[in-house]
């Protein structure tokens, strides 16, 4: 223990002289966060603008559009004459969607034809496009219903039989582990950790390959005597710290302060955010044995954890995707943290159902004592001094 104290102090000296590490350390995860925080905290998109072509003019028309207005995903700010005037409010991006009501929709009802509703809407904006696309099929679906039973029940039947007679087959739906579609629960259990990764793999890569960079590395061996691991573990040991209490901080404000549900087990959750931050220190020890540079050790770092939110299976379902991405993801502890997450947040998951994810996440610990005696030779190879 008492060569550990030295190296340790000398990092601590390190990081309060130098404003670059606690920027990278605390202030920029933080800022993160919060940005995040404050752009997602509404949880469902409101208030969505789109046009509406009405060319029927009809007292069904009218209420059609009342209905669609009334939701509240969905906002009406444009009226058009025409479709290229819709079209330009499309592509202006003044609008998400065009749905046009045609001509003679009253009338076609009443005399029993199927009259067409046309919603074109932007799904570049998947999410956006998505949810106006589900609301006004809801919309429409509602008031076709309506106005059938309306039209059945003036023709002499009973409203049990007309009720049937529209639908004969009925779909019960029940939405699980997320019944208010708050995409801030989709999102923060994800991307949190996402951002925090990058914050972790970059600072444990520029901490050591500093030493290298700036000529520095014989005086951290000297200080934990010649040991190169208690030279490593009194670099990296007060990073450690801050990471899991930043990952604890940021689990914690979700779950007490925007009421994230925790329906499994917080403790596996503490758990796997405290071998995450391990996992990543890991692979960046890795990536740095590998390069010996700073410079692109930091260029594969950010290469390798920057788009890993799009491999990790949230977005796009892992078992749809092509086999190099599949293998891209199974090479990231973030996809077995989130997966732990989500497991042990919403869907409250018997503990032994993560076990597997912590397991195979643990597995990443084994490039620490795999990259010891090759940094080891680094660290003593004055040839690797001074490279930029």
């Known amino acids: 223990m008492k060569y550990l104290i030295p190296p340790l102090k000398r990092e601590l000296e390190r990081m ?4 670059l590490y606690i920027l990278m350390l605390i202030v920029l995860p933080l800022l993160s966060f919060s940005v995040f925080w404050f752009m997602f905290a509404e949880g469902v998109p409101k208030n969505l603008p789109i046009a509406v072509l009405d060319q029927d003019r009809s007292s069904l028309s009218r209420q059609m559009i009342r209905m669609v207005d009334s939701t509240s995903s969905i906002a009406i700010k444009h009226r058009v004459t025409s479709l290229e005037e819709g079209k330009q409010l499309i592509l202006s991006g003044n609008s998400y969607a065009l749905v046009m009501i045609p001509k003679n929709l009253e009338k076609d009802v009443l005399r029993g034809l199927s009259p067409s509703i046309v919603n074109f809407y932007n799904n570049e904006y998947l999410l956006a496009g998505s949810i106006i696309s589900r609301d006004i099929n809801s919309v429409v679906t509602t008031l076709s219903k309506s106005f059938n039973v309306s039209f059945r029940l003036k023709k002499g039947e009973m409203t049990a039989t007309a009720l049937n007679n529209i639908e004969p087959v009925r779909i019960v739906s029940h939405t699980l582990f997320n019944p208010y579609l708050n995409y801030f629960y989709f999102l923060a259990g994800t991307l949190q950790p996402t951002l925090l990764q ?19 590395a014989a ?3 000297e200080a934990s005597n010649q040991n190169i691991v208690f030279a490593l573990l009194g ?30 087990s917080p403790g596996l959750i503490l758990l796997s955010t405290i071998i995450f931050v391990l996992a990543y220190q890991a692979v960046g020890l890795f990536i740095l044995a590998l390069t010996a540079n700073l410079r692109m050790s930091l260029s594969m770092a950010g290469f390798y954890s920057a788009p890993a939110f799009a491999f990790v299976g949230v977005t796009f379902p892992l078992v ?6 599949k ?5 990231l502890p973030l996809t077995y943290y989130i ?14 159902v993560s076990l597997p994810q912590l397991a195979i996440m643990s597995c990443f610990l084994i490039f620490i004592p795999l990259t010891i005696p090759r940094l080891n030779r680094i660290y003593r190879n004055q040839k690797y001094w001074g490279r930029s």
């Open 235 to 264: 670099k990296l040991l007060p990073y450690t710290l801050v990471y899991i209490l930043l990952g604890i901080f940021m689990n914690v404000f979700l779950f007490t302060v925007f009421k994230v549900p925790v329906a499994g």
């Open 198 to 216: 990058i914050f972790i793999i970059a600072m444990t890569i520029f901490a050591l390959g500093s030493e290298l960079k700036e000529g520095t």
């Open 327 to 331: 293998v891209w993801s199974y090479l």
């Open 320 to 325: 749809g995707m092509p086999f190099l991405a």
């Open 339 to 352: 997966k732990i997450f989500i497991d042990q947040s919403m869907k409250g998951a018997p503990i032994k």
């Open 219 to 221: 005086s951290l061996l």
């Open 16 to 19: 309060v002289s130098r404003p």
